[in-house]
């Protein structure tokens, strides 16, 4: 099982998601205020090696999105998922450095995978 924490900071959000055989599986840990608890978990999976983390960036300036296409091949969403992932990102697609990530069947309702874009100019 492959796992990441998703925190966001300015909102008090920490999601984890985990990859498992039947496709991503995600909790959000806290909401509305970052908890001890939540960002302590987090840290302790990333010292013992056992998540991956994405930095965090404000609000603003990144986006974190889970992501669902109603197709049956891997293959063929990972073309769409770039365009799902625009829609509705506060920049432009072409300002930004992007990534689809965890990309898995999601049963008979197609695939399912956790899209970023982050702003070039705050990454590279």
Do not use: N, Q, W
């Not at 960002?39 to 983390?53: D, F, H, K, N, P």
């Amino acid at each position: 099982m492959r796992i990441g924490y998703g925190i966001d900071a300015d909102h008090g959000v920490v999601v984890r998601a985990a990859r498992r055989r039947g496709g991503p599986a995600f909790r959000t840990l806290c909401a509305g205020g970052l908890t001890a608890g939540a960002t302590a978990e987090a840290r302790a999976a990333l010292l013992r090696g056992r998540a991956e983390v994405a930095a965090a960036l404000p609000t603003g300036e990144a986006v974190l999105r889970r992501l669902a296409a109603p197709l049956a091949s891997p293959r063929k969403a990972a073309r769409i998922l770039p365009s799902v992932l625009e829609s509705g990102l506060p920049f432009a697609l072409e300002h930004c450095v992007t990534h689809i990530a965890d990309l898995a069947a999601a049963g008979p309702a197609g695939v399912e995978a956790v899209g970023m874009a982050a702003l070039r100019e705050r990454v590279e």
